[in-house]
């Protein structure tokens, strides 16, 4: 019975309701899935084309970003270092994830691969404070 009513649920649910779920992030799953782990800050964003620079365009854009890391909790990236991220993104559809990074604050990241980096993950500070928190508990004690 339970399992009707949430079918029932999500099917009167809009679609963008459905397909837009935020899923909290796993700490543990974070660390294990990634090779390299950091806190950065971008130095330097560029969007292509540069009308994509107004949070307001609705097109595919191309968006490169150099970050600089403030703290390294896995990989070989230590603080001081460089490295570039880039990836096609697009604000048109239902959920987009192309919403682009405009802000100067430092950011978690994680990911893969090689530089430039397209496929990576970014944690706010402020608003996924638990991930913040689990890594500076794990390696503060551990004396990294």
């Keep these: 019975m339970k399992f ?5 649920a999500l099917s009167m649910a809009p679609v963008e309701a459905i397909a837009c779920m935020y899923y909290p992030p796993n700490p543990k799953g974070i660390l294990s899935d990634n090779k390299n782990v950091v ?3 971008p130095i330097g964003i560029s969007n292509i084309p540069r009308a994509a620079n107004n949070p307001a365009y609705k097109e595919d854009f191309r968006q490169t970003i150099l970050w600089k890391v403030v703290v390294s909790w896995k990989g070989k ?8 991220t880039r990836r096609s993104l697009s604000r048109d559809g239902m959920c987009s994830t192309g919403i682009g990074i405009y802000t100067e604050k430092p950011l978690i ?3 893969n691969g090689t530089e430039p980096y397209s496929e990576y993950y970014d944690y706010s500070i402020e608003h996924d404070p638990e991930v913040f928190e689990y890594f500076q508990k ?3 004690k551990a004396g990294t």
């Design 138 to 140: 794990k390696f503060v």
């Design 39 to 41: 806190v950065a800050y």
């Design 4 to 8: 009707v009513a949430i079918l029932l």
């Design 109 to 111: 990241l994680a990911f």
């Design 77 to 84: 990236y230590q603080p001081g270092d460089q490295f570039t």
